[in-house]
């Protein structure tokens, strides 16, 4: 009986897969929702099959909802690659409708659970600690508990560790689907590790001289990448772009910045922070920007590395000002 049920079990699976891949024959699609997975599936999928990223040039994730032409892309997508329920939650309802084959879950991966690290609010961090009152910490507190519904932190395309996991998946999963593509595929990862190792060698001499460095960021976005290359910033303005940082939090943050210990504050290309500009006036911080999302970089094989590196330069060319 149990011989049978597994039999039957393995017979639903490859069922499952020979009408998914099917589908593969005839058409483009891996869907993703922000630019930087879909770095990664190109590299991938390179000479193979093409990517769709959902979300428009400065659009936030965290924001973001879903028009008519994203759902029939989803409906439509042979592999959906996203992050999970807690950063894209616009895309929870329509994937619910696909087979689970035809999406990968990044966070849910079990390469990834093993690098996931917390929420800022989730431990005692220095940002933290250096709240001036309880109050603003309960507050701060309950924005993201309502919000995340999770205690780590879900920005996991930060992290060049993550990516390889997320590659390794993509290619996983089209080699099942289409194994006449597999010398391409194969080398398509291979290229792909090996252009993250050399990437490494050329950011750690970027960033090595800024260890140390004083800076805030505009929201908790580059806790991976941070940790990966050693750079720890004093604070950031908010947890969640959506919500407006409270009086307190901004008054500390000033305070910060009038003690001259502060060399940066990094806002982002899409969010227009008058807050950011209102509470630095005259106190003669440098100001940069971060982009967690690839803006303007193009979809190709190298452009997840090209993301990173183009992070890197971010990063010094505000903290290497005087
Ligand atoms: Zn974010």
């Known amino acids: 009986m149990i011989l049978w049920k597994n039999l039957r079990k393995i017979f639903m699976l490859v069922l499952g897969i ?6 593969f024959t005839t058409r483009a699609a891996i869907v993703t929702s922000i630019k930087p997975i879909g770095f990664i599936a190109a590299s991938i999928a390179d000479g193979i099959t093409l990517v769709k990223i959902l979300l428009p040039e400065g659009a936030s994730v965290h924001n973001y909802a879903l028009r008519p032409s994203d759902i029939k892309h989803l409906q439509e997508a042979d592999l959906v ?26 966070s849910q991966l079990p390469g990834v659970q093993s690098l996931l690290l917390l929420d800022q609010s989730h431990k005692e961090s220095r940002y933290i600690d250096q709240l001036p009152n309880i109050e603003n910490h309960i507050q701060f507190k309950n ?30 999963k089209l080699l099942g689907c289409m194994p006449e593509n597999q010398d391409q595929l194969n080398a398509n990862l291979q290229y792909f590790k090996a252009s993250i190792l050399t990437m490494n060698k050329t950011i750690n001499q970027q960033l090595a001289p800024l260890k140390g460095s004083n800076y805030f960021v505009f929201h908790d976005a580059y806790t991976y990448f941070e940790k990966y290359y050693s ?6 303005f908010t947890i969640n772009p959506e919500i407006q940082p409270g009086a307190q939090h901004l008054h500390y943050i000033q305070m910060q910045l009038l003690s001259k210990k502060i060399q940066c504050v990094f806002t982002e290309p899409q969010f227009q922070p008058i807050v950011v500009k209102a509470i630095s006036r005259g106190t003669n911080v440098h100001f940069g920007i971060l982009d967690p999302l690839g803006t303007e970089i ?21 903290l290497q000002e005087d």
């Open 298 to 318: 193009s979809i190709s094989k190298d452009s997840y590395v090209k993301f990173l590196v183009k992070l890197s330069t971010q990063y010094r060319s505000c």
């Open 231 to 236: 750079l720890v910033p004093t604070g950031y």
């Open 18 to 23: 020979f009408i998914v891949c099917l589908s």
């Open 81 to 106: 690659v996203w992050i999970g329920p807690e950063m894209e939650s616009f895309m929870k309802k329509p994937l619910e409708k696909l087979p689970t084959q035809n999406t990968i879950e990044i």
């Open 143 to 172: 924005h993201e508990y309502h919000h995340y519904h999770n205690k780590y932190n879900m920005h996991l395309w930060m992290s060049p560790e993550i990516a390889i996991q997320i590659a390794m998946a993509i290619h996983s």
